[in-house]
């Protein structure tokens, strides 16, 4: 249906629509009306090369032939190329002084051919019928010629308008005219003819025809009623939802002063004003609210979708009528008119306070796990599953001389060797339950001159969600010295040799008013004080308290039990810092019963209690990950909607249209957003791994064109691929995911442009290389660089780029989780990571993965051109609890032949299973619903119809979600998919 506006531009846009095949009336009231729509008619034909024939009435011929002059035509130039006709009724209509439909038709059909013939593409005709007033022989049958028109006009091609005055036919003449054509031209309008009667019912007996006129116009008017019914259950439907939802929902009039119209009452609930106290004049609006450092950014950013008619997004401040600022986020779309101006911007506003509180509570938190991390004296090491390293802290690095970059990647008993070390670390591994040392004496077996050394350990396993040991956390402290020192104090002080014998912790003994008697070196040291005598010289033991308080709790509890074990006190170093230990003691009473003395033996508990902490910080990180990947599935759903809308969007366009490129450049936004989406998921590890025999000359290849569109004109992407290159056991999408990564990691090193050089190499690994296995003599690997000429790194910045969130960009321009992501998959493939840097000259990154002896895997196509993957009627059952995706993927069904039945979670399905008696072709879930998941489900509709096919969708999914639909034989598609490769899996699974 062709619906414009009353203006002649508009006329001309909606005949430009008009093709070949359309059958149309024009009914007007003046000359002027007739020639403003049929003369444009023609001149569009001349321009797309038909041949174009008017038949006029004998009078107005030079009328007609005038007004074509006036509107541009080159009338003589026309005519004498054949390219346009103007003849009269006695050329067209009358054969012999008579008017024939049948022989009309045959007129038209020779007119066709002879057009064909001669080169043009079609017959563009249109005639005055004012001539049949005339009451030509044969007049009567007009409306039986209008009615077979409909038979002949499908056929061949051809277009025709035929021109009515509707103040000269009589009105039953007139309302025939009508229902003969397809379509009618009244004013300035084009419409699709709500009355029109196909030829068949028209041209039926006269009583016959009346009864299926009745019909058809009783059946109209009952489908009309019912979608007035549906489209005012429609509206009702979006208040109540717009009602409930728990954010600002909105309507500014552009062209109304930016009049607000709220259509929910959560605008008192977020900024505690009702919509009468916000109004400012006749405008109701929340800028006043908004903080002034915050008001100018916004306004752009309105301003500039407006401009550009895009959806906007924006985070701002506003002061509550209590006072109180609160953090909002509104996102809106500006629709346009049928001007192509804004009319109106439509949006919600949420407030995410909550969620911005989090965050920065969420990174003091881990700035704080860092800075205890790498400060610590303690040496702390996070190492895998398998024992090598992830990580170091400082203290760490500093003991064995290195930097903290030389670990990650490195087998621990590689570097520092010891069977039995290595049996107690694998055992936490296969148990998962932690060890702890105490003063355990190591030796390096390779430097021996190094001696003995005496250490403080503990290995504690870290657990993911299913219990499995992710990672282990292993802290010494390096107790040599408190070693040597007590067994100095053993030898020389005889009264004290039995205890200091069996101790290896701080020994105090105690008068009841608190003076220090005595203490040994351990004690001595573990305060922070010089010597015994410095001690011993304290008025009181409060002193050596955090809070004096805790000591008189302390001695009461003493006293009444007379001895205490593992009891927890918080004291004071000399230096002020906090010492946290474990004292077990007991009353020392004379013959009389007094009490003389306390002695107790001490255990530091302060790196301890720490390590706790930093525990307690990596299981929020872990609590990170979780909460990424709920973001990512979530997220998944709402880009699966975004990009479907725009698949849909480009599928209805015609070609050429100017959208296009907008569409293509969206959906490229939108992969985008996916491929962020991915690295959450990856990060959080719920991204799973398909490693398959792979080229990794091919991943590359095959990335480039992308690399380059990712990347930008400015920078060269220059190769060097080994040609005889060995084959790798790898997850493609996985691996391009880190040469993308790693590609835009060297584009932001060179932000004036610069070259970026991708090679592949063989590699073997030659004995005594630390990566290797010592049982292995030598290895076989794939080495990947991706090298710049960048501004490069200094060490510093070196020893971080592999940690969780560390960015040098700057805010917002970084996620932090690139490298990390990186290294994360290259661990998951068994390889590792070199990177060689120098500030202002550049970074290499170079990758090793293992050689696996196997030919790759050529990758099949399946995709089908769009065109062969409609459907014929097959019936699908659509299972999606997200709306959006559920109402699209059932429009793109539909649109390709297929019959759907949509459900919101598993048990509605089923119902309706059951309902069409299991007449069901292809079941499509997302595995993630409401109560039963579509695992659930697919298994169930299996048990009672077995040959039933079965596709599920997610936006992320576990190991054993994975595992399961594997093991089924299920198959999954991962959001966010686009359109088309749902029709093409789709029709490749019912064409079975």
Known sequence: MYQLQDDKKNLSEALEKLEVHDH???????????????????????????????????????????????????????????????????????????????????????????????????????????????????????????????????????????????????????VNVIRTHPLVIYGTTVCKNFYYVPPDEFLEAENQRGFVETERLLASLVDRERAEAALRESELAYHALAENLPGIVYRVYLRENNRMQFFNKAAKDITGFSAEELMVGEVCSIDPLILEEDHERVTVAVRNAVSQLQPFSVEYRIRRKDGDIRYLMEQGKPVSGPDGEPLFIDGIIFDVSDRVRAEKELSEAHRLLETIFDHTHMMVALLDPQLNFIRVNRAYANAD?????????????????????????????????????????????????????????????????????????????????????????????????????????????????????????????????????????????????????????????????????????????????????????????????????????MRDLTAHRQLEQQLMQAQKMESIGRLAGGIAHDFNNF??????????????????????????????????????????????????IDLKPVSLNRVVSDLLKMLGRLIGEQYEIKTELTDDLRTISADTSHLEQVLMNLAVNARDAMPQGGVITISTGNVVIEPGFVKVKPEKTLREFVELSVSDNGVGMDPDVLSHIFEPFFSTKGSGKGTGLGLSVVYGIITQHGGWIDVDSMSGVGTTFKIYLPVVHVAPVQEKSEKIPIGEVAGHGERILLVEDEDDIRKMVNKTLEDHGYQVFQAADAESALELFEREEGRIDLVFSDVVLPGQDGVWLVDNLKKRKPGLEALLASGYSEAMDQKAISDRGYRLMRKPYSLTEVLMVIHGMVSK
């Open 639 to 688: 880009l699966t909607a975004i990009q479907g809308y725009i698949d849909l969007a480009a599928m209805n366009l015609p070609e050429g249209s100017p959208a296009s490129n907008d569409l293509i450049e969206a959906r490229a936004s939108g992969n985008r957003a996916a491929n962020l989406t991915r690295q959450l998921l990856l990060f959080s590890r719920r991204e799973s």
């Open 24 to 174: 149309l009336c024009l009914i007007y009231e003046s000359r002027e009306e007739q020639l403003a729509a049929v003369i444009p008619f023609m001149k569009i034909g001349l321009e797309r090369g038909e041949r174009c024939v008017y038949i006029a009435d004998d009078n107005t011929v030079a009328t007609v032939m005038e007004a074509m002059r006036t509107q541009g035509i080159d009338v003589d130039t026309a005519v004498n190329s054949g390219a346009l006709s103007v003849i009269t009724k006695r050329e067209a209509y009358l054969k012999e002084d008579r008017f024939d439909p049948d022989w009309m038709i045959d007129f038209l059909k020779e007119a066709i051919t002879a057009a064909k013939a001669d080169g043009y593409s079609a017959l563009r005709v249109t005639g005055e019928m004012t001539w049949m007033l005339g009451g030509d022989p044969g007049s009567e049958r007009l409306i039986e010629y209008e009615a077979k028109l409909n038979y002949f006009i499908p056929e061949y091609d051809c277009l025709a308008i035929c021109q009515y005055n509707r103040n000269r036919f009589d009105p039953e003449i007139i």
């Open 401 to 601: 001389e290195k930097e903290p970059s030389f670990f990650p990647g490195k087998k621990h008993f590689e570097l520092y060797p010891n069977k039995e070390n290595e049996e107690i670390f694998r055992r936490v591994v296969e148990t998962g339950e932690p060890h702890f040392a105490i003063a355990r004496p190591f030796q390096y077996e390779e430097n021996p001159e190094r001696g003995v050394s005496y250490w403080d350990w503990s290995l504690v396993p870290i657990k993911d969600e299913d219990g499995a040991v992710a990672s282990l956390i292993f802290t010494l402290l390096n107790v040599t010295e408190r070693i040597q020192s007590e067994e100095a104090t053993i030898r020389s002080e005889e009264k004290y040799r039995s205890l200091f014998e069996e101790s290896k912790d701080g020994i105090i003994i105690n008068k009841p008013g608190g003076k220090i008697e005595d203490i040994n070196p351990a004690g001595v040291e573990m305060l922070g004080y010089s010597s015994r005598e410095e001690l011993q010289a304290l008025d009181s033991a409060d002193e050596l308290y955090m809070n004096p308080e805790d000591r008189d709790v302390y001695v009461q509890t003493l006293k009444q039990q007379g001895f205490v074990k593992n009891y927890e006190l918080k004291l004071k170093r000399r230096d002020g810092e906090p010492l946290v230990v474990s004292i077990t003691a007991s009353v020392v009473r004379d013959e009389s019963g007094k009490i003389i003395s306390f002695r107790g033996i």
